[in-house]
């Protein structure tokens, strides 16, 4: 078993917290989700546990978890599918259209994630994520997102990092088909 994890960013395949392989006979998880829209504000959380069966590593645990905040600065508000448990894209009120002073959706949202790889025998370190964005959804489609995330890693013991910060700025353009 082995267990790794980004920053809140794909821009790399670089691994800030890993706990390397991990023999062990089975691993047992809980993981508790909630998500909740009050009209332009929305949350969404999860934290998790895990139980290795890893004798020859200390039968570790593991434990993580994020918190979502986000407000549409515009009024709109973020759709929720209960069937499929995911949500769904915003629809701007009104869509983009700078000729008759209209901008589409603006979102404000905040993140912060936390994962701990270190127990018993295994130091794959502690990483804490912040991140501050700004969404403009232009319509059903087309999304602009900028985003600055400053992930903050310790207590890794290979390779080592006592004390280790990443500062990461990312815009992204999307296209919803």
């Known amino acids: 078993m082995q267990f790794r994890t980004r920053p809140e960013s794909r821009l790399t395949d670089d691994r800030l917290v890993d706990t390397g392989s991990i023999p062990g006979n089975r691993r047992d998880t809980v993981n508790a989700e909630l998500a909740m829209v009050f009209g332009p504000w929305s949350f969404q959380g999860q934290c998790y546990y895990i139980s290795l069966d890893a004798e020859a590593a200390g039968d570790p645990d593991f434990w993580g978890y994020y918190a979502f905040l986000s407000y549409f600065i515009t009024g709109e508000y ?100």
């Open 78 to 177: 973020r759709n929720y599918n209960r069937s499929i448990g995911v949500f769904t894209g915003v629809e701007p009120q009104p869509s983009f259209h700078p000729m008759k002073g209209e901008w589409g959706a603006w979102e404000l949202a905040l993140r912060h994630s936390y994962v701990d790889l270190n127990d018993g025998d295994i130091y794959g370190g502690k990483e804490s994520n912040f991140t501050a964005g700004l969404n403009w959804i232009h319509n059903r489609n087309v999304r602009l997102m900028f985003n600055y995330i400053h992930a903050y890693v310790k207590d890794r013991a290979s390779p080592p990092i006592e004390n280790g910060r990443a500062h990461i700025f990312q815009a992204r353009f999307q296209l919803i088909w």
